[in-house]
């Protein structure tokens, strides 16, 4: 008979830095719930807290990888958390906020579902190829694509359309109709951040 483990015995085993992924993935998730309730009440303190929550999220993301490198503790857990965590803040929260924000059409949800799925594909082909990007010190030299937290830009973007009153109808550069259907041109920033993620340009790794 498997011998069963004590409850909790998976969280015991989360090193300092796997905290502070979980933090990043809790951020990502609050400003799901913000952008949620600022479709409920209107209120657009709710954008403002939704976009400062990514932005907190970017700080744990940072620190969770230098805190690994500083206490020289690494594992394949905490790879797959990272990843899991990064795709919740940096990709579903920003695509929400942007849905939030206005872009509501047929054609601005295909782009901002595709640009999720070019964030999971990236993060995918990182896991994938990180060992082969890795140097004698076993650490990863360039980026394949631009990084999955590079859409902050995008969540910036937001903000300051939120500050304006740029929302709702309002939204930048308005609104184009094709076959019945709406786009509002804006969407199409995410869709080159989606491109540009799943590209191959190399970036340095800082």
């Not at 360039?142 to 937001?158: C, D, N």
């Amino acid at each position: 008979m498997p011998k069963l483990k004590k409850p909790f015995s998976m969280i015991r085993e989360f090193h300092l830095a796997d905290w502070f992924t979980l933090a990043n993935a809790v951020c990502g998730t609050g400003a799901l719930f913000s952008m949620m309730t600022y479709l409920q009440t209107n209120d657009v303190r709710h954008v403002y807290f939704a976009c400062a929550l990514v932005v907190a999220a970017l700080i744990f993301d940072v620190f969770d990888g230098r805190i690994a490198r500083w206490r020289q503790k690494t594992s394949a857990m905490g790879r797959e958390l990272d990843s899991l965590a990064d795709i919740i803040s940096f990709g579903v929260a920003p695509a929400v906020i942007a849905y939030g924000c206005g872009m509501q059409g047929l054609y601005d949800r295909v782009i901002l579902t595709a640009f999720v799925a070019c964030g999971v594909s990236r993060l995918a082909r990182y896991n994938v190829t990180a060992e082969s990007l890795s140097d004698a010190d076993n650490k990863v030299k360039y980026f394949e694509g631009t990084p999955i937290p590079t859409s902050l830009a995008l969540v910036m973007v937001m903000w300051v359309a939120a500050w304006q009153g740029a929302l709702g109808d309002s939204l930048w550069f308005g609104t184009i109709h094709l076959a019945g259907f709406t786009l509002h041109p804006l969407v199409l920033l995410f869709a080159l951040s989606g491109s540009l993620m799943v590209s191959r340009i190399r970036i340095p790794k800082l």
